[in-house]
Nanobody, 116 residues
Framework: QVHLVESGGGLVQPGGSLRLSCAASGTIFSIYPMGWYRQAPQEQRELVASISSGGNTNYADSVKGRFTISRDNVKNTVYLQMNSLKPEDTAVYYC??????????WGQGTQVTVSS
């Protein structure tokens, strides 16, 4: 059974940094694209960044130049380095595996709050 566990969220001041991690188990992690999504209150969930099995990356315009997605296929973990955080980055952040028997798998989410 595929299991994704996010960690690293918290409260940070504007301009600060956080590094999110998503540890995967029960999956052949290296062959699947992975993504980070976020959902703010009363907003739809949106794609933040994605990374292919080969390491190609894609970012939402709102985070380009500030966020970096990466993956470690030995540790079965995908990361999201978030720099120069803004209050509008406040949301619950989810990781997603695209592919597998169910088509997609989601983690439980981790809260990121950017506030002074």
């Amino acid at each position: 059974q595929v299991h994704l566990v996010e960690s690293g969220g918290g409260l940070v001041q504007p301009g600060g940094s956080l590094r999110l991690s998503c540890a995967a188990s029960g999956t052949i992690f290296s062959i699947y694209p992975m993504g980070w999504y976020r959902q703010a209150p009363q907003e739809q969930r949106e794609l933040v960044a994605s990374i292919s099995s080969g390491g190609n990356t894609n970012y939402a315009d709102s985070v380009k130049g500030r966020f970096t997605i990466s993956r470690d296929n030995v540790k079965n973990t995908v990361y999201l380095q978030m720099n120069s955080l803004k209050p509008e980055d406040t949301a619950v952040y989810y990781c997603k595996q695209s592919g597998g028997s169910k088509g997609a798998y989601w983690g439980q989410g981790t809260q990121v709050t950017v506030s002074s």
